[in-house]
C-alpha cells in the first residue's frame, strides 16, 4: 500500500511460457470479505505486478492471480494475499550513550519483535517528529556520525510494505561539565539529567587518574543528583571523569561525555635566603627604624611574601604583604612600625602561592640591639647561611664611624663609664653559599659625661686670649646660652655657649672695664644650671 496516492501494488514472479501459448494474468480482489471479482487482465507475460487503485483507504482487501495457457488449456492460480495495515510494534530506545573511547553518542534499542520488521529509522526530534538523520538494520546506531551535537533522539521500525511504527518517546544523552578551585582543591562536576527513561534508578561518578585507561567508580547518587565535590587529588594529577546513570534496576545504562582535569602542581622557590635583618639609625634619630632583605627563585607561581615579625623568634607574626615582580629575584622591605632603640626584632618571610599557602620560607633572622650599662652588650645576629664572620665595634667621628676593634664572637663586657661617643655595632657575613656577603648594623648609642664647665674671666683684645668662650663637657649647647651686659646694665650680646664674643659691640671694640656674663647651661643628662660673674676686658 502507498498511502500517498492509494495505490495497492500486487506482484508476483514472471512465468515460463514452455509452449508458448500465454495468453494472459487476470487479477482478481475481494473489498471486504466479500466474493471475488475479477478486476483485470494482464496480457503481457513479462509484466510482474499491478496496480490497484482504491477509492477508500479504510477498506481491507484480498488479491489473486490466475496464469491463462492456451496451448494445454490450463490455468493457473496463485496463492491469496491481502493487504499488510498493521504497523510495527513501537519500541522505546533503550539508551543514549557516549563511546568513551571516541566521545561519539550511540543509540541502542531492543529488536521489534514484529515479524515484518524491515529497518529502523532514526530521528533528530528536537522539534516536533524530527528530522530522519539514518536508518540502519541493527540496534543501534551512532548519531552523531549523521549530525554531529547533543539532541533529542527518537527511534522508529519500517516494515516491508514500508510501514512505519510510531515514534518513540525522545532521549537525550547526560552532558556533565566540570571546574576546579584550586584553592579549595575541589572540583566541582555538574551535570544535565538523562532524559527519556520512566525513571532514573541511581548514578555513579567515574573517575580516571591515567588518562582513560582505567577508571573505577568514585561514588553513588540518587537518580535526581546534578552535582557533586570531587576531592580525592592532588595538584599535579590528570583526571577524566564521566557518569553513569542507570534504570530498569541497573539492567541499562548511560554514559555522559567525559570531562578532564588537568592541574599542576605550584612551582615553589627552592629557597627564600633572608640576606639581613638591620637598624637604620642616624645619631639624632629619637627613633630607629629596621630594613629586611631577602632573595629567591622560581617565582612564576609566588604571589606574595608574608612578611613576619615579633620580639623572639617563637612567634613571629604577619606585618605586611609584599606583592612579586615578573623577572625580580631580590627584595626588601623597610619596616617603619618598628623602634629598634627599643629592643632587637625577629624577621621571616614566606613565599605564598595565589592560594595563600606557603610553599616556602626562610630562616628567621633577627637585628642586633646594642645597649651600653655602662657596659656593652647586644644580642648574636644568627641564621646566615655560614654564619657571622666577625663583629665590630664602631665609633662616630663626626663624619664616619671608625672601627675600634672586632672579634669572632659577640662584643660584649666592655667598661664605658669614661667613654663618652656614639657607637654601634655591625656584624659581617661569612661569604655564603650565593658568593656574596651582607652587613647588619645595630642601633646607635650615645654615651654623654656629666656637665662640666669653666668661664672665660678676662679678655685682652690684643692677644691670643681675645675672646669670650665657655668650654666643657656634657653641655647641651643648642639648649644653653649666655649675655653680656655692661655697667649700666644694657645687653651688649645674646649667643649660644659654642659661640665665643670677641668685645664687640655694634661693629667696635668695647672700651676696656669691667662687665657682668649671665650664663644658663643645660646638660646632655638633663642637667640645668645659671652662673653669673664679672668679665675684664683689657687692652
Known amino acids: 500500500m502507498n498511502f500517498t496516492d492509494s495505490i495497492v501494488t500486487v506482484t508476483w514472479g514472471r512465468q515460463t511460457d514452455v509452449c508458448a501459448s500465454f495468453s494472459r494474468y487476470s487479477i482478481y480482489g475481494s473489498k471486504e470479505g466479500a ?15 499491478y496496480p490497484h487503485k482504491l477509492k477508500d483507504l479504510n477498506t481491507t482487501w484480498r488479491y489473486y492471480i490466475t496464469i491463462d495457457f492456451q496451448c494445454d488449456g490450463s490455468l493457473g492460480t496463485s496463492d491469496t494475499v491481502s493487504i499488510d495495515l498493521t504497523l510495527p510494534n513501537t519500541l522505546q530506545i533503550d539508551s543514549l550513550s557516549y563511546v568513551l573511547s571516541s566521545q561519539k553518542i550511540i543509540a541502542g534499542w531492543p529488536k521489534n519483535p514484529s515479524i515484518d520488521t524491515k529497518n529502523y529509522v532514526v530521528y533528530d526530534g528536537t522539534t516536533g517528529n524530527g528530522d530522519s538523520i539514518g536508518t540502519t538494520g541493527d540496534t543501534s546506531y551512532i548519531v552523531t556520525d549523521a549530525r554531529p551535537g547533543r539532541y533529542l533522539v527518537r527511534v522508529s521500525s519500517t516494515d516491508s510494505c514500508n510501514l512505519f511504527s510510531l515514534l518513540s518517546t525522545p532521549h537525550q544523552v547526560t552532558f556533565l561539565r566540570s571546574s576546579i578551585d584550586t584553592c579549595a582543591r575541589e572540583i566541582f562536576l555538574n551535570w544535565d539529567l538523562y532524559a527519556g527513561w520512566a525513571s532514573i534508578d541511581s548514578q555513579s561518578v567515574y573517575v580516571s587518574k591515567d588518562r582513560g585507561l582505567t577508571f573505577y567508580k ?12 570531587f576531592n580525592d587529588f592532588v595538584l599535579g594529577d590528570t583526571l577524566l571523569f564521566y557518569v553513569r546513570s542507570y534504570t530498569r534496576m541497573g539492567q541499562v545504562s548511560s554514559s555522559s561525555n567525559t570531562n578532564l582535569i588537568q592541574t599542576r602542581a605550584f612551582v615553589a622557590p627552592s629557597y627564600v635566603y633572608l640576606q639581613l635583618a638591620t637598624v637604620a639609625d642616624e645619631i639624632d634619630n629619637t627613633k630607629a627604624t629596621t630594613r629586611i632583605a631577602w632573595q629567591t627563585d622560581n617565582i612564576q607561581d609566588v604571589a606574595r611574601f608574608s612578611i613576619l615579625s615579633g620580639p623572639s623568634f617563637s612567634k613571629p607574626l604577619h606585618i ?3 606583592p612579586t615582580e615578573v623577572g ?16 632587637s626584632y625577629a624577621y621571616k618571610v614566606n613565599a605564598l602561592d595565589q592560594c595563600n599557602d606557603t ?15 655602662p657596659q656593652i652588650i647586644h644580642n648574636e645576629y644568627v641564621n646566615w647561611d655560614v654564619g657571622v664572620k666577625e663583629y665590630a665595634l664602631q665609633k662616630h667621628n663626626g663624619s664616619t664611624w671608625n672601627t675600634l676593634f672586632k672579634q669572632a664572637n659577640p662584643i660584649l663586657g666592655i ?25 647588619s648594623t645595630s642601633n646607635v648609642v650615645c654615651l654623654t659625661k656629666p656637665l662640666k664647665y669653666s668661664i672665660t674671666t678676662a679678655v685682652n683684645t690684643q692677644s691670643n686670649n681675645n675672646r669670650f ?10 639648649k644653653s646660652s649666655y649675655a653680656i651686659y655692661n655697667r649700666w646694665g644694657e645687653k651688649l650680646v645674646n649667643n649660644r655657649t659654642d659661640e665665643p664674643w670677641y668685645a664687640y659691640y655694634k661693629g667696635q671694640l668695647v672700651l676696656p672695664g669691667s662687665y657682668l656674663y649671665v650664663v644658663t647651661l643645660v646638660g646632655l643628662l638633663g642637667e640645668k644650671q645659671t652662673t653669673k660673674g664679672i668679665l675684664n676686658v683689657i687692652k
Open 35 to 49: 466474493p471475488f471479482v475479477k478486476l483485470d487482465d494482464v496480457p503481457t507475460l513479462d509484466v510482474t505486478e
Open 218 to 229: 568514585d561514588t553513588t547518587l540518587s537518580g535526581g543528583t546534578k552535582t557533586f565535590i
Open 320 to 322: 605586611k604583604h609584599l
Open 328 to 343: 625580580r629575584f631580590d627584595y626588601q622591605y623597610n619596616d617603619l612600625s618598628a623602634d629598634a632603640k627599643q629592643r
Open 359 to 373: 610553599i616556602q620560607s626562610s630562616e628567621i633572622s633577627n637585628t642586633i640591639h646594642l645597649t651600653i650599662e
Open 415 to 439: 667598661d664605658f663609664t669614661d667613654s663618652a661617643g656614639c657607637y654601634h655595632v655591625t656584624a659581617y657575613e661569612e661569604i655564603n653559599k650565593f658568593n656574596a656577603t651582607s652587613a
Open 469 to 478: 668662650v665657655i668650654v666643657g663637657t656634657g653641655i647641651d649647647h643648642s
